[in-house]
């Protein structure tokens, strides 16, 4: 296990989630559709965000790419549920109000789809990338 890229990955997801949460909110109005429409796409961007980092983290290992990717991800979650915890007990906040369960199941499933799209997508690139080079190597012995 490559430590590392599981940290620096995760980092990643992190900083990404917290972008997202940041730019969900945005003041711009809080009309119900207007609200509804910046979930949605705040979701869809990031899930193509996340898509993206798990087919690098993907890409990147050489072995146990899956377990790497599922680490990376476990690691973001438990830091920003950390974070979160933290940062409401410190203002005294009021824990968040528990969601509608359609748009818990929606979120973890299509995190689960992403998750291996991602996988799915890095492997594709590594197995391209060395196809390329066995194509390039046996033309460079035939010459």
Same mark, same amino acid.
């Given at each position: ?8 990955? *995760? ?7 917290? *972008? ?100 799915? *997508? ?20 035939? *010459?």
């Amino acid at each position: 296990m490559n430590w590392k890229i599981i940290v620096i990955h *995760a980092l990643l997801l992190l900083m990404a989630g917290i *972008a997202s949460g940041i730019f969900e909110f945005h003041p711009s109005s809080f009309s119900p559709d207007a609200v509804l429409f910046n979930y949605f796409l705040n979701h869809c961007i990031m899930l193509l965000v996340y898509m993206a980092i798990f087919a690098h983290i993907t890409y990147r290992t050489d072995q146990y790419p899956v377990a790497h990717t599922l680490l990376a991800l476990l690691l973001s979650d438990e830091v920003a549920s950390a974070l979160l915890a933290f940062s409401l007990s410190y203002l005294g906040a009021e824990p968040e109000p528990i969601r509608p369960l359609q748009f818990l199941v929606f979120e973890y499933i299509s995190l689960l789809g992403v998750l291996f799209a991602g996988i799915k *997508a890095g492997i594709s690139l590594k197995h391209r990338k060395l196809l390329r080079s066995a194509r390039g190597s046996s033309a460079s012995t035939n *010459a």
